[in-house]
């Protein structure tokens, strides 16, 4: 974590909501948050747009109306950033970010 955060590692609005739906006050969504020191970087006018074309994009392609804005999100964001994005969903990043430099973990049994 260290490391990612000296090469300006950052998250979302978004998945600061997505997380805090685990928690029952935004106060501790944010003391939890501080144990991890990662800035949230706000969403801006070229992300939402990128996100918006990728949507469409989804729609085009025969997605459902509704799901997955989110993620479209998340990684227009990351793409106008010109940052990585940590994730274990590559496909569809792949498929409508292909610019993307993406980090996978490997998933263990632990």
């Known amino acids: 974590m260290a490391e990612a955060l000296e090469i ?3 998250t979302s609005p978004v998945v600061v909501a997505e997380i ?3 928690f029952n006050s ?3 969504l944010a003391e939890a948050l501080s144990v991890f020191a990662v800035p949230v970087q ?3 006018v070229p992300a939402a747009w990128r996100a918006g074309q990728a949507y469409r994009e989804w729609i085009r392609n025969g997605g459902r ?3 997955l804005l989110p993620d479209f999100i998340i990684g227009a964001q ?3 950033a ?3 994005l940590l994730t274990r969903d590559s496909r569809r990043f792949r498929s409508y970010f292909p ?3 993406l980090i996978m973990p490997e998933m263990t049994n632990d």
């Open 8 to 10: 300006g590692a950052f």
């Open 20 to 22: 805090g739906a685990r």
């Open 26 to 28: 935004a106060a501790r």
């Open 42 to 44: 706000a969403i801006d």
């Open 65 to 67: 109306r509704g799901a």
């Open 78 to 80: 990351a793409s106008t």
């Open 82 to 84: 010109g940052a990585q």
């Open 99 to 101: 610019e993307l430099d």
